[in-house]
């Protein structure tokens, strides 16, 4: 937990100011949409590495592939501050490129918690360490929309390296592999399966289907948002700290109820009032971009989040069992990640035809289409079997 509140410093303000601080550098919103799709956090790379990490992590364990993720990531946070020291947008590249392999670590961390504790605790752990994770990064968010301005984008780059390294001095300490014993980790030795992998998917094709489509609908929606918002609303380095604050305070919000109303109402109901929520929040910034709004949406848009993630945690640790859950989790990845890097180019597109409100329409719509899937594949409740 005391990773994920370090990651928490760094990647709430990432997450808001990387495209604006890119727009600065020079950088056209019509390369941050090809990066994105290719080698964004949540692009192609990035879900074919997931997979990859999520098979790893089943052979080798998992603190071998949480670990080299972690230090990924500090390279990638010392080459893209090194793009703003000597004003390069070369050095962008190879930092989307380790942003997208330290997402090897995704799956693995995944699997560590469910491997540790007991189903009926997921979702309640699951939403502790979401907390842990956002509500730090409401303090450094507002903070980085403060001075960001007269600090500059090396700054805070400089110290999401510095995070990110302390978060991984911590975990070449403290992390154990627990899921399996030496020999056993031994006997599963095998190489990468591309038609397992398919197998996988297609056991699963109806979760997979939702969470494919959610993935899609929602990076074309917000895969090229705050660098919409700078060049299309001309919103402030305030207005991005204001959006980096309430955010991580609707996370938080969302997260007190989340765990229990998990079990209360169920999985399928609980996603689709994320889905509602978020689809209000796309068509709010689509269609009234007014600065007086952002707490509104900010603060939807973290509620929406904090009520799927550990749903969707939940539901991964029920359906996947525990022999094979790092692979599973992984293939996950891969298949969400693989849809959701065609998002920027959708997103792209719908920006280069109607302008500024035509990715998040887009998005919203995609939304609504999601809960159709919702209501037809998400069971409305999950057994209390450990597997």
Same mark, same amino acid.
């Given at each position: 937990?005391?990773?994920?509140?370090?990651?928490?410093?760094?990647?709430?303000?990432?997450?808001? $100011?990387?495209?604006?601080?890119?727009?600065?550098?020079?950088?056209?919103?019509?390369?941050?949409?090809?990066?994105?799709?290719?080698?964004?956090?949540?692009?192609?790379?990035?879900?074919?590495?997931?997979?990859?990490?999520?098979?790893?992590?089943?052979?080798?364990?998992?603190?071998?592939?949480?670990?080299?993720?972690?230090?990924?990531?500090?390279?990638?946070?010392?080459?893209?501050?090194?793009?703003?020291?000597?004003?390069?947008?070369?050095?962008?590249?190879?930092?989307?490129?380790?942003?997208?392999?330290?997402?090897?670590?995704?799956?693995?961390?995944?699997?560590?918690?469910?491997?540790?504790?007991?189903?009926?605790?997921?979702?309640?752990?699951?939403?502790?360490?979401?907390?842990?994770?956002?509500?730090?990064?409401?303090?450094?968010?507002? +903070?980085?929309?403060?001075?960001?301005?007269?600090?500059?984008?090396?700054?805070?780059?400089?110290?999401?390296?510095? $995070?990110?390294?302390?978060?991984?001095?911590?975990?070449?300490?403290?992390?154990?592999?627990?899921?399996?014993?030496?020999?056993?980790?031994?006997?599963?030795?095998?190489?990468?399966?591309?038609?397992?992998?398919?197998?996988?998917?297609?056991?699963?094709?109806?979760?997979?289907?939702?969470?494919?489509?959610?993935?899609?609908?929602?990076?074309?929606?917000?895969?090229?948002?705050?660098?919409?918002?700078?060049?299309?609303?001309? $919103?402030?380095?305030?207005? $991005?700290?204001?959006?980096?604050?309430?955010?991580?305070?609707?996370?938080?919000?969302?997260?007190?109820?989340?765990?229990?109303?998990?079990?209360?109402?169920?999985?399928?109901?609980?996603?689709?009032?994320?889905?509602?929520?978020?689809?209000?929040?796309?068509?709010?910034?689509?269609?009234?971009?007014?600065?007086?709004?952002?707490?509104?949406?900010?603060?939807?848009?973290?509620?929406?989040?904090?009520?799927?993630?550990?749903?969707?945690?939940?539901?991964?640790?029920?359906?996947?069992?525990?022999?094979?859950?790092?692979?599973?989790?992984?293939?996950?990845?891969?298949?969400?990640?693989?849809?959701?890097?065609?998002?920027?180019?959708?997103?792209?597109?719908?920006?280069?035809?109607?302008?500024?409100?035509?990715?998040?329409?887009?998005?919203?719509?995609?939304?609504?289409?999601?809960?159709? +899937?919702?209501?037809?594949?998400?069971?409305?409740?999950?057994?209390?079997?450990?597997?």
């Amino acid at each position: 937990m005391v990773y994920n509140s370090l990651q928490g410093l760094y990647l709430g303000y990432i997450q808001v $100011f990387w495209q604006p601080f890119l727009v600065t550098l020079g950088v056209s919103i019509a390369l941050i949409g090809i990066l994105e799709a290719s080698a964004g956090a949540y692009g192609i790379l990035s879900s074919i590495v997931q997979s990859f990490g999520g098979i790893l992590s089943d052979r080798v364990g998992r603190r071998k592939v949480v670990i080299s993720a972690s230090a990924l990531l500090v390279a990638c946070w010392s080459v893209a501050s090194v793009a703003f020291v000597v004003h390069e947008q070369f050095f962008v590249i190879p930092a989307y490129v380790l942003w997208s392999l330290g997402a090897m670590g995704i799956p693995a961390l995944d699997a560590v918690l469910a491997d540790s504790v007991r189903s009926n605790d997921r979702p309640r752990i699951y939403a502790l360490i979401l907390v842990a994770n956002t509500l730090p990064s409401s303090l450094t968010g507002y +903070l980085a929309g403060q001075y960001s301005q007269s600090l500059g984008a090396t700054t805070f780059l400089l110290l999401a390296a510095l $995070f990110e390294g302390l978060g991984l001095a911590i975990l070449a300490v403290r992390l154990r592999d627990a899921h399996r014993n030496p020999s056993d980790i031994e006997s599963h030795r095998t190489k990468f399966d591309l038609r397992q992998t398919i197998l996988n998917v297609r056991s699963h094709w109806k979760y997979f289907s939702v969470i494919s489509l959610d993935s899609l609908t929602w990076a074309v929606g917000s895969s090229l948002l705050y660098a919409l918002l700078q060049e299309g609303a001309a $919103f402030t380095k305030q207005d $991005f700290g204001l959006i980096a604050l309430t955010l991580p305070l609707g996370v938080v919000f969302g997260t007190i109820p989340g765990g229990w109303l998990a079990w209360k109402i169920g999985p399928r109901r609980l996603l689709i009032i994320s889905e509602f929520l978020g689809a209000g929040m796309m068509f709010g910034w689509a269609l009234y971009p007014a600065s007086v709004l952002i707490p509104l949406y900010g603060f939807a848009w973290g509620v929406a989040i904090s009520t799927w993630i550990p749903v969707q945690f939940q539901l991964s640790s029920h359906l996947f069992p525990q022999r094979n859950r790092g692979e599973l989790m992984g293939n996950l990845g891969m298949a969400r990640g693989l849809i959701r890097g065609i998002g920027p180019i959708i997103a792209l597109s719908l920006f280069l035809i109607f302008g500024y409100p035509g990715p998040m329409i887009g998005g919203g719509i995609g939304i609504l289409l999601t809960i159709v +899937l919702i209501a037809k594949y998400i069971p409305s409740r999950v057994t209390l079997v450990e597997r």
